[in-house]
């Protein structure tokens, strides 16, 4: 359904409304958003129970008033993202380069360019969704991410369309390793969300995170170990309304098996949340699976 034709007349009035609003400066859509926040939080309240159970139970030493405080300020962010997002769509290149900074992306051209692929390992912090597009722009190599598709099909259409048109490759989730055999000696850099919590029938590692028993997947982990590919962690800080550095930090170079590649990301991954709680998606129920006893070390 990429091709404009093809997309239901009834999707029309909001594909046009999407666009245009796509089309607004940033300072703009930061007005938008400082709406959006006073709705989803004083007013709606959206999964504010979820956000504030989860930010509890993962800071049991702060105080009410600091939670409170966390969560007022992960809802002005959130709703940075969501115009962002929208913004994306029409972005051009050189505005992308002047909001997202690679603080080094030396360490990534240096396993690329001598021809070894990477894996880099990211979360949903700050605004995920402009990473791999920054990448596609910036690098001299290609920029691919591994995606879920959204069950509307709409929706999937339009983020599909707006995550690639800088340049960037997606690979549905279901065919990735399909993908890593047929290209597995192309240099190019492969980003994966990896924070994302996995169905309970696929749930194969427990660690301990943020004070919980947290299940991950070890999707990236398998496939690192399997085509012996180096795996970076991808840290990202917010410096001001709207841009972002980009930091790599090695995980892995692939060249043993003996690396806990998930046990290190998830103890990066709490790192920088414990820097800045707020740039966390809170919002989603990260902790909604039990630990088995048998799976309790």
């Known amino acids: 359904m990429s091709k404009k034709q093809e997309i239901p007349i009834y999707y029309y009035p909001l594909e046009l409304l999407l666009k245009g609003l796509s089309l607004l400066p940033l300072p703009v859509l930061y007005l938008l958003a400082d709406l959006l926040y006073f709705i989803v939080y004083h007013i709606v309240g959206y999964r504010k129970k979820v956000v504030l159970n989860n930010l509890c139970s993962s800071f049991p030493e702060k105080s009410e008033a600091e939670i409170k405080t966390i969560a007022k300020a992960f809802y002005n962010q959130l709703t940075d993202v969501v115009v962002e997002i929208l913004k994306l769509r029409s972005m051009n290149k050189e505005e992308m380069e002047r909001r997202i900074v690679f603080a080094n992306q030396e360490l990534l051209d240096d ?32 920029a691919e991410g591994v995606y879920k598709p959204l069950n509307n099909p709409y929706f999937e259409d339009f983020m599909l369309r707006t995550r690639s048109r800088l340049g960037a490759r997606l690979i549905k989730m279901k065919d990735t390793l399909r993908d890593f055999a047929a290209n597995r000696h192309v240099p190019r850099v492969i980003a994966m969300l990896s924070d994302q919590t996995p169905l309970r029938s696929e749930i194969t590692f427990w660690t301990t995170f943020l004070n919980q028993d947290t299940p991950f997947y070890e999707g990236a982990e398998k496939l690192a170990k399997k085509f012996k590919y180096p795996v970076m962690f991808l840290d990202v800080k917010r410096t001001q309304r709207g841009f972002y550095t980009l930091t790599f930090e090695l995980i892995s170079d692939g060249t043993s098996d003996a690396v806990p590649i998930t046990e290190i990301f998830a103890q990066k991954l709490e790192a920088a949340i414990r820097h800045a709680p707020a740039n966390y998606l809170w919002t989603h129920k990260r902790w909604k699976h039990r630990r088995p006893e048998a799976a309790v070390s």
């Open 111 to 142: 396993f690329v360019k001598s021809g070894t692929p990477v894996i880099t390992m990211g979360s949903h912090s700050c605004n995920w969704e402009w990473v791999l597009s920054a990448g596609a722009v910036q690098f001299d190599f290609p």
